[in-house]
Every structure is written in C-alpha cells, then in structure tokens.
Nanobody, 128 residues
Framework: QVQLVESGGGLVQAGGSLRLSCAAS???????????MGWFRQAPGKEREFVAA????????YYTDSVKGRFTISRDNAKNTVYLQMNSLKAEDTAVYYC??????????????????WGQGTQVTVSS
C-alpha cells in the first residue's frame, strides 16, 4: 500500500505562484524512484483532468497544454516527494489538486485510470 499526502494549496491572486507537494509513504515506498507520479485536478462541476506527470524511468515530464510554460513537475526521490510548481496562476486553475502514483508506469500517464493510488487532494483557489 502507498499513502499520498498533498500540501501547499491555498488562496492566491491571479498571477501568483504556489508550490504543491505530495509526500509518499507506505510499506512498498522504499522504492519511490520506481513510481511514476502524476498531478490531476478537479474543478466544481467538472471531471477530473490531467495536469502533469513525471516518469519513473527517465524523469520525462508531461503537461496538459493549458499549463505548459507555467507549471513544473519535479521529484525528490530522497524525500519520497513530488512537487508541482505553479506560476502565473489563473482563475481557471482553481480546483482540488490530487497527486497519484503508479508503480513503473510508462504509458498513459495522462489518464487517471492508469494510476493505482491517490491522495486526498489540496484546494487551490485563484482569485481574479
């Protein structure tokens, strides 16, 4: 089992920045470097959507078009933590942000059903 805990959400003005963190723990997490990590978000009344992912194998990163150039996903394997740096935030970025993980995930990292474990989410609110 893997537990994921997100933090770093909050209220920020449009144009501002936030950094989300997702800490992983659990019986099998000693091999955190073998887990691909993803960030998803869900706004009120909308479906959960992909935001960013980072592959376990070579650290390749993937982003949805609407956040490219503004968001950066990174990981610190020594701390079992993945980050999402969010800059130039817009009102439309307002959502609950979730991190997710899949052991040795190599394909479909932009698809929620490919992930095995999910965090509880952290609220990000961007005021315009």
């Amino acid at each position: 089992q893997v537990q994921l805990v997100e933090s770093g959400g909050g209220l920020v003005q449009a144009g501002g920045s936030l950094r989300l963190s997702c800490a992983a723990s659990g019986r099998t997490i000693s091999t955190f470097s073998s887990y691909s990590m993803g960030w998803f978000r869900q706004a009120p009344g909308k479906e959960r959507e992909f935001v960013a992912a980072i592959s376990w194998s070579d650290g390749s990163t993937y982003y949805t078009d609407s956040v490219k150039g503004r968001f950066t996903i990174s990981r610190d394997n020594a701390k079992n933590t993945v980050y999402l740096q969010m800059n130039s935030l817009k009102a439309e970025d307002t959502a609950v942000y979730y991190c997710a993980t899949r052991f040795r995930g190599t394909y479909g990292l932009d698809t929620a059903r490919q992930y095995d474990y999910w965090g509880q989410g952290t609220q990000v609110t961007v005021s315009s």
